[in-house]
């Protein structure tokens, strides 16, 4: 991946692909702890920003905000405004800059798990997307090297924070209602933040 606009909106065409092939997957995990439809509100979203990179900017702050702008207005449920904010807040933290560094890589995913919590208002074992972003964060800051050496690590914290919601009792969100019978599935949200990490950094490498 280079690592300027163009290189985002290639990222970004294969999250969307990545969201498509593992729409029936989140699919499933909601409709075990949630009303189902996860999957198919992520593949909306990002089938939308497909149609939007073709004019997306020329840095990579641009990028994203267009993704944010749209994942707000296409997506459903609470992943609409959870994703929206996370990518809105990466891309005011990018600014203008043309191409992106391990460092602002880092203060990016830094600034979209701030925005995420913000909105959310969850933290680490409340059993939601900020299971897999928090240690995906972490782990970013403690690696040196390139942007897909960050991303990679990124995602590898992501995989194990998301297989960590397993056996968490839900506190926020629809799978709080079910108490104690949330435990024993994976949190939907972790795994779709695990997957588009992981999708980033695929791309980078």
Not at 28 to 49: C, P, Q, S, W
Request: charged share 25%.
């Amino acid at each position: 991946m280079t690592c300027n606009a163009e290189g985002v909106i290639a990222a970004m065409r294969s999250v969307a692909q990545v969201v498509e092939a593992h729409r029936d997957e989140l699919v499933t995990l909601d409709r075990e702890i949630g009303d189902g439809d996860h999957g198919e509100n992520l593949k909306r979203g990002f089938t939308a920003v497909l149609s939007k990179l073709d004019n997306a900017g020329d840095t990579p702050g641009a990028v994203l905000k267009i993704v944010a702008s749209t994942l707000i207005s296409t997506v459903g449920g609470a992943a609409g405004p959870l994703y929206g904010t996370g990518f809105l807040r990466a891309a005011a933290k990018l600014g203008t800059a043309e191409t992106l560094t391990p460092e602002s890589v880092v203060d990016a995913l830094q600034a979209a798990l701030d925005g995420v919590v913000a909105r959310g208002k969850a933290e680490v074992g409340d059993k939601t997307m900020v299971d897999a972003l928090t240690p995906a964060v972490a782990a970013a800051r403690e690696t040196s090297g390139s942007v897909a050496d960050v991303l990679k690590a990124a995602a590898d914290a992501a995989d194990k924070g998301a297989q960590d919601t397993v056996p968490l009792v839900a506190r926020k969100g629809r799978a709080s209602y079910l108490g104690e019978r949330s435990a024993g599935h994976m949190d939907p949200g972790a795994r779709s933040t695990a997957l588009l990490l992981r999708a980033f950094a695929d791309a980078a490498s």
